[in-house]
């Protein structure tokens, strides 16, 4: 079964986040061991950037999912569960 494009979608996010982050702290690592006397905010915006598109992404997945998991203004778990109750 083909995984939906959203879930797709959100898991190349995370994945580029966590590479892009790293390589981020990779660069600072490397300017601070060589004496870089400058200081490094582009760099660290950078992450901050990445950490930014990541939670809207996964906040319109979840807002997607909330939504595909809702029938008739009832959501969907919650329906489940009461009928367990009965």
């Known amino acids: 079964m083909k995984p939906a494009m959203s879930k797709v979608i959100a898991i190349?996010?995370?994945i580029a986040d966590v590479m892009l982050?790293?390589?981020?702290?990779?660069l600072c690592y490397l300017a601070i061991i060589n004496n870089?006397?400058?200081s490094l905010p582009f760099l660290t915006a950078l992450i901050g950037m990445y950490?930014?598109?990541?939670?809207?992404?996964l906040g319109k997945y979840m807002d997607k999912s909330?939504?595909?998991?809702?029938?008739?203004?009832?959501i969907y778990d919650t329906a489940v569960n009461q009928d367990r109750d009965c």
């Open 36 to 38: 870089y006397s400058g």
């Open 51 to 57: 950490q930014g598109a990541t939670g809207y992404v």
């Open 21 to 26: 982050s790293a390589a981020t702290l990779g």
């Open 12 to 14: 190349i996010i995370l």
């Open 66 to 74: 909330k939504a595909e998991n809702t029938k008739g203004g009832i």
